[in-house]
């Protein structure tokens, strides 16, 4: 099939997410949109997928113009789609998430479960997918459920297939496995659009590359182009990202971890004997593919985890036992994963969310009243410190866009008295202008002499502030090795490979 | 691996525990056994602490019974005393699965239960009579409002909509069958009008907490307060009045099913009931069938776990959920005439006296399953009918914890003691489109 | 993985994904009835009153009588509507505020402390549920909390022997530590086992009915002896709340407690650290455990704090407005009153008071309306929860009244 988008624009109030997008999308062939988060791809082919109205322009399928009202529609037309978040039903089985929506009926709409589960057995076998379809979704494996994502679309006989991110939550080896599936369907002569902001993956599977910048369709390129031509397309400037650090002046043994161990509720080790030394002074990265253990360890040396056994000792104080609250006050400071969740009150105005974990002590508590006062002369220093873009700090911080939101949380943690600073995603969701910012901060938080455990998704961003990198797998130590490894040592590293030759290097 | 599936969040008024707060433990396995021995300990300490003698008649006829059952009279004290050591027996074998980690099955918790209750009523009926039928067939009919309410609040709930209305639902409910009887001089206008007053509640459920995204928890609440007020003052104004011409309807009368109400025992508690008790019937058997096997149910259960997934797959969600709490609410209100038609001719003031807070109860005891929901009616139906049963024989539990019980039982279900509840993941999460 | 993946940019995305937008997740109950407009607010006031006002009219002989020939004599249908409609809540403001039909102005101002006095435990109550709301728990169980409370003051109201100073302040902090006990209960059930607060308060309601229905069984509790009502004797003279104008009214100090209840509100919650946490808590859970406060203790300390709120407002009726003993309908519907006060008042100590003198107001009036004009008082119950919908459902009322829709932020 066929897919051509001509002029879609799409407008949120005055923000203008797509301007005047046009597109083709040729049978047999995997055309790639590249751009940063926040480029506008996920709001093109949500009006694609008739999700969102698109404000101007029009979607032609096979030279007929379509008019989608609802995702319903352009399923009829042919189009599916494996969403970011998948839209699979957590308790239902593999079958009926695949007939929901389009289910064979019998007498008095009762449903033909057995039907259903010949058409997954069908297309899994088909494209050696190995679904049960009686399974429960949720018991499946993250890369099973995308399958299953993809089965959907195939079910309802799906001639144009969108790949919105879909690496983002696969393991390696499981992102090779989608690309080969990306291929096959290529071959059996489905149309593949293929959402991406990682270039490996563009290079490796696309035919076409379309990148997007700012809600433009900033030019096509090939796939033989380098990464530096399609990064500063993307970007939209020749893109440096280095950090410029001095040698780090190490201090003794601050933060000394052994053999810790983080079991979850299902009884899953998620963190498994993990060892591990931070000096004063230097920054340890942890580098690894999201759900490899690091959440678990960070959340662990913060007190936020139940189940937790072997040591943590933080300048001589043991922290495994700890309350969160007595954590802080021995000196943690923390930049959680999400900011959203765990960093901030949203309804909270930015002073009051400065204070949020000193509330039970001075500086701006006393015998259980608040100091105002002091607080609000606080707030409004760290605002200018801390280039906190916002009108007054009275300004609710769920009205802050990602980077002013981050630089209230990092001027929260890097104002307290601190001991160690444990600083998750620090820049996740951040525009280019702060992620510098807050790295240097980070930098100078080292220079210190403070102790630094930085845990980021983002290779570049491991290499730019390590002085040593950890590569968790599977909530194991692969090795922890020097900032200035190859890539490809790392990348292999992250996959759970540890390379012969490897030395661990000790702080 | 865990789902990363996109699961909404139920922290915006879905009843569901509070995961964030305390990470919910596996103490599954114990809770049986554990269970099972204090209630054993329970039984016998009572029959340690005050021995009754004589002998306890369990009655198993019927006043006209086709074929007449005997009397069956055993000696109080030695009968209940056995019991125990059957419930001990029972115990030591959930003890023993569990030391085995074997799964508990089923059977264990019903025949203890049985055990237990044979027991007890033995000795709390000492020299007395316990008519099977009149106690059980009186639970189900207490139980009749509970489980149209229970059915009502599983259907909502399993669309996601959070449903505390089930009160006003049946209040409204038994309000208008009273004067739609009376009117018309037939009960059964009276059914259809109690379904539709359900509705019409639901109606205005829905257009505040699916159309205007109000918590469905504040709109529930508010609406049986304003139930409350329209009925009594319609009651005020209207209804004592004109009592003779508005509120004397011909009360529903038992209407027993030819042979199946002739066979001993099971026909006289099931079968010769009345009308609304065989609707029932019937609408259990269909929501039951329906929720889990037809492409309605699939779809209402899409709407109610993951909403944004149902909508990617081209269902409506919101007019899903619209049609579904409106059938729901006519279950609801259906169980409302009960009150005006069967247990007595005409409406009275609040006259519910919060069953809609026991079907509710019911809901979540029956883990948001039209089955175990019903049964779970059944069961609060039995502890209110015990009660009445055992303060006529003069029983030595007082009747206000006997009528506490379906109350307990249901916080000790939501605190997961009795039983891990999960409700739909989307309850209570209203649904808005981009 | 070698390639580079490049950092991400950040304009407010446009395409926000709700799942992204967890901090957009409604802490709905709060969000939607603080962000209301004003207009809309006093546009719902008026829509409830003048539906309250259709039922006068429609159940009023005249009106109906008029109405038979209504094409006829319009004139006399309407006369009859505006007769109907006035006279009830003229009789509401006699009952509530100002009776002009009286000479003796003490008299004339008596409906006035009727309003305070019904105002008392609704803004008590209104409280309680208010601050638990705040913490982002609904606390149903005002009516549970009053009963047990009220048994509790009861029980030392009638069964001790002390003087006043020592038997009024006792049996008042009695009860208020059984309410207080009572919605702890929940708080802990839902700090310790995740249970959702909502059902068991509700579930609490009908345990401490029948707690309190068996207390009024058994002689050593609450019982009269000799009675076969469920009625504890009358209240003795040295646990009743004394008046506080004079026997002449039946203002009693209750209103005053309440008074100070709202200035400890206010405090606790806009000064206090512990108010403070209860807020963050409420707001953000997940934040509030990351910055070390302890999420649980917070949920436990705000119930037990609403508890005993709800419970001083059953001691209120038990030790004030009606003294003549402990029986199982002293909550007198406030404790779902409560709710829609706390609502209107939008979960803040001065609109709680005010929300509170405004439906206290309706209930004095109420009662006169019902007296002279033979008008059922549940009629207030009508417009009470009308008000509450419509306030809650901003775009609804702007619908009926055909206002442009606000732009959504």
Same mark, same amino acid.
């Given at each position: 099939m066929r897919l051509v988008l001509r002029g879609i624009t799409k407008r949120f109030g005055s923000v203008v997410a797509n301007d005047s997008i046009s597109l083709t999308v040729e049978p047999g062939e995997i055309h790639c949109l590249l751009g940063?988060?926040?480029?506008?791809k996920s709001t093109l082919m949500n009006v694609l997928y008739g999700l969102y109205k698109a404000d101007e322009g029009e979607i032609e399928l096979d030279g007929e113009v379509q008019h989608f009202t609802g995702p319903g529609d352009a399923m009829a037309a042919g189009i599916g789609m494996v969403h970011q978040h998948f839209m699979l039903i957590p308790v239902f089985t593999v079958a009926e998430n695949v007939m929901l929506g389009n289910e064979t009926t019998g007498f008095a709409g009762s449903l033909d479960l057995e039907a259903a589960s010949t058409r997954v057995t069908e297309i899994s076998e088909r494209f050696g997918f190995h679904v049960n379809p009686d399974a429960l979704v949720e018991d499946l494996p993250v890369g099973v459920q995308q399958r299953v994502e993809i089965i959907k679309a195939l079910s309802r006989d799906a001639e144009l297939l969108v790949f919105d991110e879909p690496t983002a939550v696969l393991t390696p080896q499981e992102t090779d496995e989608l690309m080969e599936i990306m291929r096959q369907l290529k071959e059996a002569g489905k149309a593949i659009v293929f959402i991406t902001h990682k270039l490996r993956e563009v290079r490796a599977v696309a035919d076409r590359i379309t990148v997007i910048r700012l809600g433009k369709v900033v030019g096509e390129a090939e796939p033989t182009a380098s990464n530096a031509e399609l990064a500063s397309m993307m970007v939209g400037r020749p893109v440096e990202l280095v950090v410029h650090k001095d040698e780090p002046e190490l201090g003794a043994d601050a933060l000394v971890v052994k053999d810790l161990r983080v079991t979850d509720l299902a009884g899953h080790a998620q963190v498994d004997g993990l060892s591990f030394t931070i000096r004063a002074g230097e920054i340890l990265a942890v580098a690894g593919v999201q759900g490899n253990g690091q959440t678990e360890l960070t959340e662990a040396l913060l007190g936020l985890q139940d189940d937790v056994t072997g040591s943590i000792v933080l300048d001589g104080t043991?922290?495994?036992?700890?309350?969160t609250r007595q954590i802080l006050d021995a000196g943690v400071g923390f930049i959680p994963e999400d900011r959203q969740v765990d960093g901030l009150v949203p309804g909270f105005t930015i002073a009051e969310n400065l204070m949020l974990n000193r509330s039970f002590r001075s500086p701006f508590v006393k015998n259980g009243n608040l100091r105002l006062g002091a607080l609000r002369e606080f707030a409004a220093e760290k605002l200018k410190q801390y280039d906190v873009r916002a009108r007054d700090i009275d300004t609710l911080a769920g009205n802050l866009s990602g980077g002013n939101q981050q630089k209230v949380v990092v001027a929260r943690e890097l104002s307290r008295d601190l001991r160690l600073l444990v600083a998750a995603q $620090?820049?996740?969701?951040?525009d280019v202008g702060s992620i510098e910012f807050i790295h240097k901060q980070i930098v100078a938080t080292r220079d210190s002499g403070i102790p630094v455990l930085v845990v980021s998704t983002e290779l570049d961003e491991v290499v730019a502030l390590a002085d040593r990198i950890m590569v968790l797998y599977r909530g194991k130590v692969v090795g922890i090795v $020097?900032?200035?490894?190859p890539r490809e040592t790392l990348g292999l590293m992250m996959t759970g490979e540890r390379p012969k030759d490897l030395k661990d290097v000790a702080s | 691996m865990s789902t990363v599936t996109d699961t909404p969040t139920p922290d915006s008024g879905g009843l569901a525990a509070d995961t964030a707060v305390a990470p919910t433990r596996k103490a599954g396995a114990r809770k049986l056994p554990i269970a099972l021995g204090v209630l054993t300990a329970l039984l016998a300490g009572i029959l340690l602490r005050s021995a009754h003698s004589g002998d306890t008649t369990f009655q198993l006829a019927a006043e006209s019974d086709f074929v007449t059952l005997p009397d069956i009279v055993v000696p109080s004290g030695p009968t209940a005393w056995v019991m125990v050591v059957v419930c001990l027996a029972l115990t030591a074998e959930a003890v023993r699965r569990m030391l085995a980690h074997v799964r508990q099955p089923g059977w264990i918790p019903i025949v203890f239960a049985i055990a237990w209750m044979t027991g007890f009523l033995s000795w709390a009926a000492a020299d007395g009579r316990i008519r099977l039928v009149s106690l059980l067939g009186g639970a189900v009919a207490l139980a009749i409002p509970l489980v149209f309410g229970a059915l009502g609040g599983v259907l909502g709930e399993r669309a996601g909509v959070v449903n505390i209305a089930i009160e006003g639902q049946l209040l409204l409910g038994a309000f208008a069958a009273a004067i739609t009887a009376s009117t018309t001089g037939s009960p059964w206008a009276g059914l259809v009008a109690a379904a539709v007053a359900g509705a019409l509640v639901a109606l205005v459920l829905g257009l505040f907490a699916i159309t205007y995204f109000v918590d469905q928890v504040i709109v529930g609440v508010v609406l049986n307060v304003l139930v409350v007020g329209l009925t009594n003052f319609m009651f005020r104004q209207v209804l004592t009045p004109n009592a003779e011409s508005l509120n004397s309807p011909e009360r529903l009368r038992a209407f027993p099913i030819p042979v199946l109400g002739d066979i001993p025992l099971i026909g006289p508690i099931l079968f010769r009931q009345t009308p609304l008790v065989y609707v029932l019937y019937a609408v259990v058997a269909i929501v039951a069938y329906a929720l889990y096997r037809t492409r309605w149910g699939l779809r209402v259960r899409a709407v109610g776990e993951h909403p944004k997934a149902a909508d990617t797959v081209g269902i409506k969600v919101n007019r899903t959920r619209y049609r579904t709490i409106l059938l729901a609410g006519a279950i609801a209100g259906l169980g409302g005439a009960y009150f005006s038609l069967v247990s007595v001719a005409g409406f009275n003031r609040e006259m519910t006296g919060g069953a809609g807070y026991i079907a509710l109860a019911a809901v979540i005891f029956g883990k948001w399953d039209p089955i175990r929901a019903t049964l779970a009616a059944l069961l609060f139906g039995f502890a209110t009918n015990l009660q009445g049963v055992l303060s006529a024989i003069g029983s030595p539990v007082p009747s206000q914890f006997m009528l506490m019980l379906p109350y307990l039982v249901t916080i000790l279900a939501v605190a997961g003691l009795v039983g891990r509840s999960r409700p739909p993941a989307a309850d209570g999460v209203p649904y808005r489109q981009q | 993985m070698t390639d580079t993946e490049k950092p991400q940019s950040d304009k407010p995305a446009p395409d926000v994904d709700p799942h992204d937008a967890r901090a957009e997740r409604s802490r709905s109950l709060l969000r939607e009835i603080a962000s209301g407009d004003a207009l809309a607010g006093v546009l719902a006031v008026l829509l409830a009153i003048f539906v309250g006002s259709v039922m006068i009219a429609a159940i009023d002989e005249g009106v109906r009588e008029t109405a038979g020939y209504l094409t006829a004599r319009p004139s006399d249908f309407f006369t009859a509507v505006w007769e109907a409609i006035s006279g009830a809540y003229s009789a509401m403001f006699r009952g509530a505020i100002f009776n002009y039909n009286l000479t003796e102005p003490a008299q004339q101002w008596r409906p006035l402390t009727e309003t305070l006095k019904f105002a008392g435990p609704l803004i008590l109550g209104g409280l309680g549920v208010g601050l638990a709301f705040r913490a982002s728990l609904f606390n149903i169980g005002g009516r549970g909390q009053m009963l047990v409370a009220g048994g509790a003051a009861g029980w030392v109201g009638f069964q001790v022997d002390l003087p006043m100073v020592v038997h009024l302040p006792l049996a008042v902090l009695v009860g208020m530590a059984a309410g207080a006990l009572w919605g702890g209960l929940a708080g802990l059930l839902k700090a310790r086992t995740g249970a959702h607060e909502v059902i068991v308060t509700i579930m609490l309601n009908y345990v401490g009915y029948y707690l309190l229905f068996w207390a009024l069984t058994k002689e050593w509790l609450l019982k009269t002896p000799g009675s076969v009502n469920p009625k504890s004797p009358p209240m003795k003279d040295s646990a009743v709340l004394p008046d506080v104008l004079g026997e002449r009214f039946n203002l009693h100090f209750g209103f005053v407690l309440a008074l100070l209840a709202v200035g400890v509100a206010w405090w606790l919650l806009n000064r206090s650290t512990l108010g403070y946490r209860i807020r963050a808590v409420g707001e953000n859970p997940h934040a509030a455990r990351a910055s070390g406060i302890n999420v649980g203790r917070t949920y436990t300390v705000v119930m037990m704090i609403a508890g005993s709120l709800l419970g001083l407002a059953g001691v209120n009726q038990v030790l004030g407005t009606v003294p003549s003993g402990v029986s199982l309908d002293l909550d007198a519907g406030i404790g779902f009153d409560a709710i829609t006060v706390a609502l209107l008042g939008r979960s803040r100590p001065l609109g709680i008071l005010a929300a509170g003198l405004l439906f206290g107001a309706f209930k004095a009036g109420g009662f006169t309306m019902q007296t002279s004009e033979n008008i059922s008082v549940d009629l207030v119950l009508v417009v009470q929860s009308l008000i509450v919908l419509f306030l809650a459902a901003p775009p609804l009322v702007r619908a009926i009244f055909r206002l442009p829709a606000q732009e959504a932020k």
């Open positions: 940063e988060n926040g480029a506008g043991e922290l495994v036992g700890r309350s $620090p820049t996740r969701g951040v $020097p900032a200035d490894t | - | -």
